[in-house]
T-cell receptor, first 115, second 115 residues
Framework: AQSVTQLGSHVSVSEGALVLLRCNYS??????LFWYVQYPNQGLQLLLK??????LVKGINGFEAEFKKSETSFHLTKPSAHMSDAAEYFCAVSEGDSGNTPLVFGKGTRLSVIA | EAQVTQNPRYLITVTGKKLTVTCSQN?????MSWYRQDPGLGLRQIYY???????DKGDVPEGYKVSRKEKRNFPLILESPSPNQTSLYFC??????????????FGNGTRLTVT
């Protein structure tokens, strides 16, 4: 069964600094990978996803993630953090392309941005 | 506006008192699902529904019931709530399952406290 590990339950960066949120996965087949963001008092929103093709995926709000099969990683980055990026981020993995394919979420990483 | 609406946002109840959390979506989505979010555990799926009158268990279904009589509504029922069901609950929907090309849309959550 697939699984997701997010390194660091809490990451703190200064405004303008690089954001790096780490995600490693395990999967027996080529995975589909997702990052979701949860702003305070809101539900999760899809930030970006990797399905096939280009391994560098761009999402909303300047975020991007790179799928590295050899490292089984899908780390999320943003060159310059903004105060509005403070939120909880979830990495998720899916192995299928139909039905209720299990979508397994990581435990989340809370990002704080310091002025 | 396309959205998933959950009610109530906050609920405090006592052990054993039956309660229902409502969920409604206005996007004509076939797939709906309930998750619970607990600190350090991420999101775990409770129940899901592929279409009207079709429901199935997720990873943590014990103590919960659901129904899907209409496409837009997917209520979560706790017949006899217990303190270990204190959690943040999310309803989600998608056009067709959790496939990579069918991203989930989440409600804003219901924070339930059972004393």
């Amino acid at each position: 069964a697939q699984s997701v590990t997010q390194l660091g339950s809490h990451v703190s960066v200064s405004e303008g600094a690089l954001v790096l949120l780490r995600c490693n996965y395990s999967s027996s087949v080529p995975p589909y990978l997702f990052w979701y963001v949860q702003y305070p008092n809101q539900g999760l929103q899809l930030l970006l996803k990797y399905t096939t093709g280009a391994t560098l995926v761009k999402g909303i709000n300047g975020f991007e993630a790179e799928f590295k099969k050899s490292e089984t990683s899908f780390h999320l980055t943003k060159p310059s953090a903004h105060m509005s990026d403070a939120a909880e981020y979830f990495c998720a993995v899916s192995e299928g392309d139909s039905g209720n394919t299990p979508l397994v979420f990581g435990k989340g990483t809370r990002l704080s941005v310091i002025a | 506006e396309a959205q998933v609406t959950q009610n109530p946002r906050y609920l405090i109840t006592v052990t054993g008192k039956k309660l229902t959390v409502t969920c409604s979506q206005n996007m004509n989505h076939e797939y709906m699902s309930w998750y619970r979010q607990d600190p350090g555990l991420g999101l775990r799926q409770i129940y899901y529904s592929m279409n009207v009158e079709v429901t199935d268990k997720g990873d943590v279904p014990e103590g919960y019931k659901v129904s899907r009589k209409e496409k837009r509504n997917f209520p979560l029922i706790l017949e006899s709530p217990s303190p270990n069901q204190t959690s943040l609950y999310f309803c989600a929907s998608s056009p067709s399952g959790t496939a990579y090309n069918s991203p989930l849309h989440f409600g804003n959550g219901t924070r339930l406290t059972v004393t």
